[in-house]
T-cell receptor, first 115, second 108 residues
């Protein structure tokens, strides 16, 4: 079946603007993750959703970042009042479940550039 | 705090020259160690999961091994198409804790 898809693939915005990044997980996957990959840095965990449970937001770097997941499927990551340090690749991953640590499958990412 | 360290940061090999990539980890109770491959401009692609010391997995020219402190990704007779960044990660909480990766370049 189809893999994880993300849109847009690239986003250029001006400092101070809000941006929304979208993730469509693999059909049937109940767990969804957002990560950030900055130049020269490893992948940094941002937020995790599991089914209808409250999300784990422990990785969000500031209150400018938020995410939601509608109907247990599509997720949107929103960054308000973007700053230049928000420039990075934002990666979404999904897995069938988390109890047994199932494999996370990644999307192609959204490359965000804040000018 | 869980930590993952990969070495070397970059590796250049000639086609056919076998080598190994290292992933050292510190975690309280390993619940899984993952290897991914990432090509430029793309998301990480899953390669292997290892759960216990002594476990080994193979796929084409790649073989992953696991001890109580580290994992190795052995590349046998690499080809130019094996050029990529190889990422190691351990399960940490609900997510994966990644190392910074090893950038591998295989020249003809």
């Amino acid at each position: 079946g189809a893999g994880v898809s993300q849109s847009p693939s690239n986003k250029v915005t001006e400092k101070g603007k809000d941006v929304e990044l979208r993730c469509d997980p693999i059909s049937g996957h109940t767990a969804l993750y957002w990560y950030r990959q900055s130049l020269g840095q490893g992948l940094e965990f941002l937020i995790y959703f599991q089914g209808n449970s409250a999300p784990d937001k422990s990785g969000l770097p500031s209150d400018r970042f938020s995410a939601e997941r509608t109907g247990g499927s599509v997720s949107t990551l929103t960054i308000q009042r973007t700053q230049q340090e928000d420039s990075a690749v934002y990666l979404c991953a999904s897995s069938l479940r988390t109890v047994t640590q199932e494999t996370q499958y990644f999307g192609p990412g959204t490359r965000l550039l804040v000018l | 705090e869980d930590q993952v360290t990969q070495s070397p940061e970059a590796l250049r090999l000639q086609e056919g020259e076998s080598s190994s990539l290292n992933c050292s980890y510190t975690v309280s109770g390993l619940r899984g160690l993952f290897w991914y491959r990432q090509d430029p401009g793309k998301g990480p692609e899953f390669l292997f999961t290892l759960y216990s010391a002594g476990e080994e997995k193979e796929k084409e020219r790649l073989k992953a091994t696991l001890t109580k402190k580290e994992s190795f990704l052995h590349i046998t007779a690499p080809k130019p198409e094996d050029s990529a960044t190889y990422l190691c990660a351990v399960v940490s909480g609900y997510a994966l804790n990644f190392g910074k990766g090893t950038s591998l370049l295989v020249t003809p």
